[in-house]
C-alpha cells in the first residue's frame, strides 16, 4: 500500500485504491476507509497523541491523511464538560456533555469531517469542492475551502435557517438554494458530481470525510483518562456520526489504548424526522424513508445513508433510539442552558431531550457513566426560539426606576404565586 489506508466495500469486502469513489461497483454497497492499524502501532500512542497539537490532528496517525500532512485548519479537541446540574434534573449522576457547540472554526462537529474531506479534495487534485447540506456542513465547506482557496458550491434545502446562509454566504461560497428537501438536494449532487469534476465532501468524498467522526470518539476517551464511557447518546441525521464514534473506540481497543468495554450507543431523532429511531423501535432491519417536518433541521434526512448501519450498531451495543417532539426540542434547548451554560441548537435539543428520557424510561441507570454529544450551536438557530422571551420596556438609568422596576417584578410574583411572597 502506497498510503497507510484504503477503501473497502463494506459488505462485499472489495478493496480499492484511494479514490473519489464512495459505492462498491461490484454491489452497490457504501465503501469505507480501512486505516492499517499495525501500521500506526507505533505512532498512535498515548504518549505520541499528547504532544500532538490541541486539535483533532493530534490523531493524525489513524486519519487518511499522508504521514506528512500538516492541517491548514485546527478542528475539534473540543471541551468534555461534568454536567452535574443537568444530571440532576434528569436523575443522572454521572453525566458528561461532549461540547462541539464550540467547535473551530464553524460551531459544529461538521468541522471535523470537512476538514479531512477537503485535505483529500487537495490530494485529488480538485479545485471545486461543494457538498449537499442541511446547514452545519455548508457552513464548514464553506469556510474550510475559503482558507484552502478552493472554490465551493454548497446546495441546500430553500427553507434552511437564514442564519445558516449566512454563516455559508459570508465565506464566498455560492450558495445554491434547491427547491426540495434535503434527499432532493442529495441525488442531485451525485448526479452533479458525475459530470463535473468536483470534490462533493459527503458525497464522491463521502468515505474520507466520514472517517473525521472518528475524533469525537478519541477525544472522549482521551479525556475521561484513557477509559470508555458506560453509554454514548448521538444525534443521528445521515447516521454516520454514530458509527464512527464505535469504530474508533474499537481501534483504540484494538491498539491497547483502552480496555476493552462494550459501549452502549443511543440515537437521538426528532419525531418528525425519525426514520432510524423508528427502524430501531420496531426491530425492522431496513430503514423506511420520511418526509421530514421537523425544526431540527439540521438532521431532517428522511432517507439516511448510513441508517441501516447506525440501526445495527445501535442494536449490537445493546443501546436504543428514541424521538422527541419540536416543543420537547425547544424546552430541552433552555434546560441545557439554564442548568450547564451551554447554548445549543435543534440538534442539541433533541440530544438533550432524548438523554432526558432515557433515564426516565430506565434504558439509561442513574450511575453510568454517559457522554451526551452537543453538536451544534445555538446561535445558528435562534429562530426555534422566537416568542420564547418577552421584551421588556427599556428602564431609564436611574437608581430610583430601577427600583420601581424591581418592586413592579415583585408584585407580579406575587400575582403568579397566588399572593404568597417569594424572595
Ligand atoms: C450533521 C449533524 C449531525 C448528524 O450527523 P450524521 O453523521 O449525518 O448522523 C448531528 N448534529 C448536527 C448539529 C449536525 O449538523
Ligand atoms: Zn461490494
Excluded at 445549543?344 to 434504558?363: I, P
Aim: charged share 20%.
Amino acid at each position: 500500500m502506497a498510503h497507510a489506508y484504503e477503501l473497502r466495500c463494506r459488505e462485499c469486502g472489495k478493496r480499492y485504491d484511494n479514490a473519489p469513489l464512495s459505492i462498491c461497483d461490484e454491489c452497490f454497497s457504501p465503501l469505507e476507509v480501512q486505516c492499517d492499524l499495525e501500521a500506526a502501532r507505533n505512532t498512535f500512542t498515548r504518549e505520541a497523541i499528547a504532544k500532538g497539537p490541541s486539535s483533532m490532528w493530534r490523531y493524525q496517525a489513524l486519519l487518511p491523511v499522508p504521514d506528512d500532512y500538516v492541517a491548514p485548519t485546527p478542528a475539534g479537541w473540543t471541551p468534555l464538560l461534568r454536567a452535574p446540574r443537568l444530571a440532576e434534573r434528569i436523575g443522572a449522576s454521572n453525566l458528561y456533555i461532549k461540547n462541539d457547540a464550540v467547535c473551530l472554526p464553524t460551531l459544529s462537529f461538521k468541522d471535523r469531517v470537512v476538514s479531512v474531506a477537503l485535505a483529500n479534495a487537495q490530494i485529488f487534485g480538485f479545485d471545486t469542492v461543494g457538498c449537499s447540506s442541511t446547514g452545519n456542513l455548508a457552513n464548514a465547506v464553506a469556510a474550510q475551502a475559503a482558507r484552502l482557496g478552493l472554490k465551493s458550491y454548497i446546495l441546500v434545502p430553500s427553507d434552511l435557517e437564514p442564519a445558516k446562509i449566512l454563516n455559508t454566504q459570508v465565506y464566498g461560497a455560492k450558495l445554491v438554494r434547491i427547491d426540495g428537501n434535503y434527499d432532493h438536494v442529495n441525488r442531485l449532487c451525485s448526479q452533479i458530481a458525475d459530470r463535473y469534476h468536483w470534490g462533493f465532501v459527503n458525497v464522491n468524498l463521502r468515505p474520507y470525510y466520514a472517517e473525521g467522526s472518528k475524533t469525537v470518539g478519541f477525544e472522549i476517551a482521551e479525556q475521561l483518562g484513557w477509559r470508555l464511557p458506560d453509554n454514548v447518546v448521538v444525534p443521528m441525521a445521515g447516521g454516520s456520526l454514530i458509527t464512527k464514534i464505535r469504530k474508533a473506540f474499537r481501534e483504540l481497543i484494538a491498539l491497547g489504548l483502552v480496555e476493552e468495554k462494550e459501549v452502549r450507543f443511543f440515537g437521538a431523532q426528532a419525531t418528525g424526522c425519525s426514520p432510524i429511531a423508528t427502524a430501531v423501535k420496531t426491530g425492522a432491519d431496513h430503514i423506511e424513508p420520511q418526509r421530514p417536518s421537523t425544526i431540527a433541521r439540521s438532521l431532517a434526512i428522511g432517507n439516511p445513508a448510513d441508517g441501516v448501519y447506525a440501526t445495527r450498531c445501535i442494536r449490537e451495543s445493546g443501546g436504543w433510539a428514541e424521538d422527541v417532539s419540536d416543543v420537547e426540542i425547544v424546552s430541552a434547548i433552555q434546560e441545557l442552558a439554564e442548568t450547564e451554560g451551554i447554548f445549543t441548537e435543534t440538534a442539541g435539543g433533541v440530544t438533550t431531550a432524548v438523554t432526558a428520557r432515557l433515564y426516565a424510561h430506565g434504558r439509561i441507570r442513574q450511575d453510568e457513566l454517559t457522554v451526551t454529544c452537543i453538536t451544534g450551536n445555538g446561535l445558528k438557530t435562534t429562530d426555534a426560539l422566537a416568542g420564547a422571551y418577552e421584551l421588556e420596556a427599556p428602564v431609564r438609568p436611574r437608581l430610583s426606576d430601577f427600583e420601581t422596576y424591581l418592586e413592579e417584578q415583585n408584585e407580579e410574583q406575587e400575582l403568579v404565586f397566588g399572593g404568597v411572597r417569594v424572595s
